[in-house]
């Protein structure tokens, strides 16, 4: 047994892991309390579930055959609906699978990769399964870029720049600007838009410009798909290229591609529970804000970011409102100390937790 061990890499040996959420049924467990009724919202996942086309569609689901390759039929849907060629798409096992294969591609151990800090956590994660060198930029105060600190921070050695736009977890959008400035960096820039369709903006039209951007989204947020593990790429053909000779020939699973096909066929469905998701954001962000000592960030994902007094504070609201089945999110990060961030949930759900909050506030 020691031989074997002695042959991990060094770097995965004691690996500092994703910090995932609970699942319901731990919670459920712990504290007695039946599992439908724990109101889930740490996980950004949408509240009403997917289309109802998606349940027939996995049904007559080719599920014993091998799924195709080249993902022709889920990258010519992508086409239809982005308006954006097929070359330039990709289908991956969720947004998470593109940012592993990006590492794959690009990346040498000892290679530096600039993550701005606070932010997403596979960006940093993969790097240290990849043996990369994460520089942490941290950004402004009100969470804005630094350009000029992540200008500053590039070496021979870095690589890629990953950028989520809205961030996650601080819901705050990049500018236009912004990207075209990291663009002509010349290096890869990674632009994260798991929230796009909660706010419209994406520098999507950009990668027939710039040979050095990528654009990910994912069907987890607006479809309702999280457990379905489903995403793709938008992205220079010559990427696509690699990309698609280096994954995992059957990454994308039949019932995954039927479910996203059924989903772009249903997408006026899917943007009337989108602005039901909005407005609910907007009804958390009124009641933050007028909860004496908490102050919520503005959002342009499906979750707001808020702070308490301090971290104190912080920490006696998630475990209060954790012992009651309600479930938020707190970050192992020294810039969020005093801050959760809750999901946008339906309104009975999103009331619940502001009446929890102002009875322990």
């Known amino acids: 047994m020691d031989i074997i061990e002695s042959m991990v890499r060094d770097n995965l040996k004691n690996i500092l892991t994703y910090e995932p959420v609970e699942p319901i049924s731990l919670i459920s467990r712990k504290f007695g309390i039946p599992e439908n009724q724990i109101i889930k919202l740490n996980g950004n996942e949408n509240p009403y579930g997917p289309s109802p086309k998606v349940l027939p569609a996995l049904t007559s689901s080719e599920i014993s055959i091998y799924p195709d390759p080249l993902q022709r039929n889920l990258r010519d849907a992508l086409e239809k609906y982005l308006n954006i060629d097929s070359d330039f798409l990709i289908g991956a096992a969720g947004s998470d699978e593109l940012i592993d294969l990006l590492f794959k591609l ?40 630094d350009l000029d600190a992540i200008t500053y921070a590039i070496t021979k050695k870095t690589k890629i720049i990953f950028i989520s736009s809205p961030n996650n977890p601080t819901g705050n959008i990049c500018t236009l600007d912004e990207i075209k400035t990291l663009l002509n960096l010349n290096l890869l820039v990674v632009v994260d838009e798991a929230y ?159 009446n929890a909050l102002m009875d322990i506030m």
């Open 106 to 145: 690009y990346i040498y151990p000892d290679d530096s990769v600039i993550d701005c800090d606070p932010t997403f956590g596979m960006y940093s994660f993969c790097a240290r399964v990849a043996g990369a060198n994460v520089e942490k930029i941290p950004r402004k105060s009100n969470f804005d870029l």
């Open 196 to 354: 796009y369709e909660f706010n419209g903006f994406s520098v999507a039209n950009l990668v027939n410009d710039y040979e050095n951007l990528v654009v990910l989204r994912t069907f987890s947020k607006w479809a309702g798909l999280a457990g379905l593990r489903i995403g793709y790429g938008i992205m220079p053909k010559n990427i696509i290229s690699h990309l698609l000779d280096i994954k995992s020939p059957y990454n994308v699973s039949t019932t995954a591609e039927s479910a996203c096909i059924a989903s772009l066929k249903d997408s006026k469905f899917l943007f009337e529970n989108v602005q039901k998701i909005i407005k609910g954001k907007e009804f958390l962000f009124n009641q933050l804000s007028s909860i004496s000592g908490i102050k919520p960030y503005p959002s342009g994902a499906n979750f707001i970011l808020f702070d308490l007094p301090n971290s104190s504070k912080a920490a006696e609201v998630y475990d209060k409102l954790r012992s009651k089945g309600i479930l938020i999110r707190k970050f192992n990060n020294s810039r969020l100390e005093k801050s959760l961030r809750v999901s946008v949930g339906t309104d009975p759900d999103n009331t619940s937790f502001i």
